[in-house]
């Protein structure tokens, strides 16, 4: 049986421990919300693009284009996103297994995958797997989610693509679905390929606007305008992929806060039973000595 | 007519009323006035002109494209930065920088020149802009 004096100073251990996962949920949410408002800022400008992408790429041929161009998947590239910081259940994990599982199951066939990876938990990981090639870090993005950092990333892989040094770069991170639920998602990146039809609101979007029939002129051309469209759009699902991952990351880590709070409340009334019965316990023995003691006095 | 310009950081410019709007055109500068007719046009890098019933602003601009569909003009930049939010002692370093660091690549085409050439026409913008030639 611990002592009275042992309970106390483990309930006070407890009790500053919940202090801190309290503490780290409510910064959580606050973060995952900022994190959030990024995200919607980003939205219009991402579809957009991607709106006026597809309008374009219909009246050209596609062979014309290198960043559409599929090729045999000889030479791929798998940017995986984690976090910088843990404390946020399975989130790291979930994603650092998925892209190991996609080296090790050879999954899209390739002959030679490499890694770039944004994220310190990431690193690390990879770190104590040098079976795995790292080709890139990018630490700065998470710190500090900027578009620019984003694209420069982008215009990377891009040129690698164009070059003939990568068939096809993918993208593992956590998709944020919602406060409560992450998903590991692996995405193509490049080539561009038309995408998922059907995700719903934007295809509703998209009709509208197609309804309108109107002509527009493109300058210089079509072509080119494709040419420079493509690019700002690879951007800005980096971009976009970096920003959901935040989210996710906050959403990860105010849940898992969450229940370490609800764990140490538990523990706490646990303790504070214990320790309360100890106490009477000692009370109780206390009493009965100073009773047996006058009746031996007495006698 | 009205002009909108949104980035990835959100909308920059909102419905705000233009005379004319003068963009970084691929090939040029390229004017926009009121009645012009519906097109697309891609952005290269370069400084954007409003001419506004206030007056006149100027923004940094680089990549993307503009719409232009009745009396509504659209923007989408990457980069839109408007000439005092810009740090003048900063984009001149930049450029400075840009400069050193294209003298020291070869070949003088491929990537990595074109990436660097790009940059530095962005910062050149940027001084450009704030008016600190």
Same mark, same amino acid.
């Given at each position: 049986m611990a002592t009275l004096k042992q309970i106390r100073r483990r309930l006070a251990s407890v009790k500053s421990t919940q202090k801190i996962t309290r503490a780290m949920k409510l910064v959580a949410a606050a973060k995952l919300r900022r994190a959030q408002e990024n995200m919607m800022r980003a939205r219009p400008y991402a579809r957009r693009i991607r709106d006026v992408i597809r309008d374009v790429a219909?009246?050209? $041929?596609?062979?014309?284009h290198p960043m559409l161009q599929v090729r045999p998947e000889k030479k791929a590239l798998l940017v995986v996103i984690t976090s910088d &910081?843990?404390?946020?259940?399975a989130f790291n994990s979930n994603i650092n297994r998925r892209a190991e599982r996609y080296l090790k199951g050879g999954e899209g066939g390739h002959e030679e995958v490499g890694l770039a990876l944004l994220g310190r938990k990431g690193r690390d990981y990879f770190r104590r797997r040098p079976?795995?090639? #790292? &080709?890139?870090?990018?630490?700065e993005v998470l710190s500090d989610p900027t578009s620019e950092r984003a694209a420069a990333i982008g215009r990377e892989v891009v040129a690698e693509f164009i070059d003939g040094g990568l068939d096809a770069v993918y993208l593992v991170y956590n998709e944020f679905k919602s406060a409560i639920s992450q998903r590991v998602t692996v995405e193509r990146l490049?080539?561009? #390929? &038309? $995408? &998922? $039809?059907? $995700?719903?609101d934007t295809d509703a979007a998209d009709a509208a606007q197609a309804a309108d029939g109107i002509e527009f002129a493109y300058e210089p051309g079509r072509g080119q305008v494709l040419e420079a469209m493509l690019p700002l759009y690879v951007n800005v699902r980096v971009y976009f992929a970096v920003l959901e991952s935040l989210a996710a990351e906050m959403a990860a880590r105010m849940t898992a806060m969450e229940s370490a709070t609800k764990n140490a409340g538990e523990m706490i009334s646990r303790l504070t039973l214990q320790y309360n019965k100890a106490r009477q316990a000692t009370i109780t023995k206390e009493m009965l000595e100073i009773v047996t003691g006058a009746e031996a006095l007495k006698g | 007519m009205k002009l909108d310009v949104v980035t990835p950081q959100g909308?920059?410019?909102?419905?705000v009323e233009v005379r004319e709007v003068t963009l970084p055109g691929l090939l040029g500068e390229m004017g926009v006035l009121p009645g012009h007719e519906a097109m697309i046009a891609a952005l290269g890098i370069g400084p954007m002109v409003l001419e506004t019933p206030a007056g006149r602003e100027t923004f940094a601009l680089a990549s993307g494209f503009v719409e232009v569909l009745g009396d509504r003009v659209s923007v989408l930049a990457e980069t839109c930065e408007r000439s005092d939010e810009i740090d003048v002692t900063r984009a001149k370093a930049k450029v400075d920088e840009d400069v050193r660091r294209l003298h020291d690549?070869?070949?003088?085409?491929g990537e990595a020149y074109n990436v660097l050439a790009a940059s530095l026409k962005k910062a050149e913008t940027r001084v450009r802009v704030a008016g600190g030639k």
């Open positions: 219909e009246h050209v $041929d596609r062979e014309a &910081r843990g404390l946020c259940g079976q795995y090639t #790292v &080709r890139k870090e990018y630490m490049l080539p561009i #390929v &038309r $995408d &998922r $039809d059907g $995700d719903g | 909308a920059k410019v909102k419905d690549v070869h070949p003088v085409e």
